[in-house]
């Protein structure tokens, strides 16, 4: 079972504004839902505000420190990476980091492949993004194209060249 980032990605790598995403591609977020559907998602707590509910079918994990959540079915609050990590080895499920900034960073040497979209657009005075080098250490495996233009590349961690 793998751990898995999943983002899509502006041409500046912007990832986000104003608490929400900067666009809107109905084919990325069917791709998204297919993705991850029946797996573990891990997301920061703005990403959970900002979703709103719990994403369907899928164990809903949200990282907070400080935040409660009232209880719900598929949701858990965990308070650090290592609950998250510790919970991982029961799930019989792949575990996709859905974001967002901070969460991703949080995750980053412990993701074995990333699943990237990339958005044709440049966003203008964004406030969330991804670091320049995230994909330092992975090679390409995979394109596939969506509707809308849209690319999808599969990117997965280089094991023989990885010297954390
Ligand atoms: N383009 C994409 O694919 C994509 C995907 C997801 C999100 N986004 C966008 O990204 C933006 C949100 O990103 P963000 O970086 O502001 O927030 P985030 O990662 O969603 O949430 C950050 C919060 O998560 C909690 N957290 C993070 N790391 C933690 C850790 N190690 N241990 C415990 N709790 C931890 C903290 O919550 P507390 O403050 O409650 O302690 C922190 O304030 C939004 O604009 C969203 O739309 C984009």
Known sequence: MEIIGI??????????????????????????????????????????????????????????????????PRVILMRDKQEVLALNKYLGCDLFIIGGSQTYQTFAENIDKWIVTEIPETVEDADAFMSKDFLEGFNLEEMTELEDDLKVKTYVKDVQNFHP
């Open 7 to 72: 983002v899509a990605i502006a041409k500046n790598y912007a990832i986000g504004k104003d608490g929400k995403l900067p666009w809107h591609y109905s084919a990325d977020l069917k791709f998204f839902k297919k993705t991850t559907l029946n797996h573990a998602i891990v997301m920061g707590y703005n990403t959970w505000a900002s979703i709103g509910k719990p994403l369907p079918k899928r164990l809903n994990i949200v990282m907070s420190r400080s935040h409660e959540l009232e209880h719900q």
